[in-house]
Structures are given as structure tokens and as C-alpha cells.
């Protein structure tokens, strides 16, 4: 059984940073393609960062310079370190785990940032 589990989320002011851990079970970790997700109220879900099985990252233009996508295959972990938040960061985030058509997500965490 695949199981894709968040962590880290809860609420900071602007200039904070958090850092968001995932744990993926039940698939062959080194294999998949991670990322993370972001969905802010009324918005539609976006892409946040993605670490390829290579190790190879992308990040939305929004976020570059100030968050870190990386992984841990020893550990089945990718996480997201965000640091300079701003209000606009406030979402919920979301663990994806991708591999040939495959697709697996988290139940998300909640980043609130706020003064």
C-alpha cells in the first residue's frame, strides 16, 4: 500500500521560513520524480518545486531564491525548505510522488503566514 505523509506545515510571519518533510511508503522511493504542490484559497493547485530521480529541480518563478527542494532515498524523504515567506506563500501544500503515468498524493499540510 502506497502511503504519501506530510509534515512540517503550521503558521509563521513574513521573512519566517518552514521546512516541509514527506515520507513515501509502499513504492521504489529512488525511482519517482517528487514534488510539491501548492493550493492557496480560491486558487487551483500549483506546482511548487519538483526533484527529478536524478536529482535534478525545477521551481515556479515565484518561489526561486527562496525555497530548496531535496530528497533522501536512504530515507524516502524529500522535503521543501522555505525560507522569506510572504503572505501570498499562505496554502495548502501538497507531497506528489510521480513515476511512468503513476501518481501519488499527500493528504497536504497547512502554511499559513501571516503578521
Known amino acids: 500500500q502506497v502511503q504519501v505523509v506530510e509534515s512540517g506545515g503550521g503558521s509563521v510571519q513574513p521573512g519566517g521560513s518552514l521546512r516541509l518533510s514527506c515520507v513515501a511508503s509502499g513504492i521504489s522511493f529512488s525511482r519517482y520524480a517528487m514534488g510539491w504542490y501548492r493550493q492557496g484559497p480560491g486558487k487551483q493547485r500549483e506546482l511548487v518545486a519538483r526533484?527529478?530521480?536524478?536529482?535534478?529541480?525545477n521551481y515556479a518563478d515565484v518561489v526561486k531564491g527562496r525555497f530548496t527542494i531535496s530528497r533522501d532515498n536512504a530515507k524516502n524523504t524529500v522535503s521543501l525548505q522555505m525560507n522569506s515567506l510572504k503572505p501570498d506563500d499562505t496554502a495548502a501544500y501538497y507531497c506528489n510522488a510521480g513515476f511512468l503515468g503513476s501518481y501519488y498524493w499527500g493528504q497536504g499540510t497547512q502554511v499559513t503566514v501571516s503578521s
Open positions: 526533484i527529478s530521480s536524478a536529482g535534478s529541480t
